[in-house]
């Protein structure tokens, strides 16, 4: 039932009357991102007004692929990556962290997951391409959890380069960051648990045809 439930929401974006909704959720999400931005030359906080512009241009990345590439791109993909940057925008710009206690752990399992899962995918059609990456799905599922946990390192070194040069407060104490270290490793373990059950019951092969469709183009015309 619930792998059933799941494989419905990943191939909901290619359904027509669906496609539509979910274009629109999007633009919602790229709208507040923009607001964010603007938001931010509002308060005069340059160097988020610069994140900004990053993450926009990051929200726009999938449709980018989709047009100079032809991959056809779950459009759920795109869903995630904007709520992963808005989480991050609010805690930057609004400090909702001030507000809700859990806030930040949540923005960080969050865009743990979701880089967890864009890598789950990647892993997997490679794999199927290329066997001496993983020898079994244990071992994708194993990587995956070590990538999310190598994301998390970097983006804390990134927090402790903005406090060292720009006198944020990112990274407030040791216990703050063993925190949110552990609440992308949760993310990863949670992805990983997840796309255990989608590889066997075939749920992930399905989804990503189309990606492996484009990379056996590649392979055949190299």
């Given amino acids: 039932m619930v792998v059933k439930f799941i494989k419905t929401i990943l191939f909901s974006s290619f359904v027509k ?68 940057l808005i989480f991050h925008m609010g805690n930057g710009l609004l400090n909702l962290d001030c507000v809700i206690p859990i806030y930040n752990k949540f923005t960080h399992f969050f865009s743990a997951c979701v880089v967890a899962f864009i890598f789950l995918i990647l892993l997997f059609v490679f794999n199927e391409y290329y066997r001496g990456i993983a020898v079994n799905n244990f071992k994708i599922i194993f990587d995956i959890v070590v990538i999310t946990m190598a994301f998390g390192v970097i983006w804390e070194f990134m927090e402790w380069i903005s406090d060292y040069f720009f006198n944020l407060n990112a990274q407030p104490s040791l216990n703050d960051t063993m925190g949110d270290l552990f609440a992308d490793t949760l993310g990863g373990l949670f992805i990983a648990f997840i796309g255990y059950f989608l590889i066997k019951r075939g749920v992930l092969r399905s989804f990503s045809k189309d990606l492996k469709k484009h990379i056996k183009d590649i392979i055949e015309n190299e």
Avoid: H, Q
């Fill in 17 to 84: 009357k669906r496609y539509l909704y979910m274009k629109f959720i999007i633009s919602i999400l790229i709208v507040i991102l923009i607001l964010f931005f603007i938001f931010a030359i509002l308060k005069e906080d340059w160097l988020w007004s610069f994140f900004a512009i990053i993450m926009v241009f990051i929200a726009f990345l999938p449709s980018l692929i989709r047009y100079y590439f032809k991959i056809k791109i779950p459009y759920l993909f795109d869903v995630f990556i904007c709520l992963a």
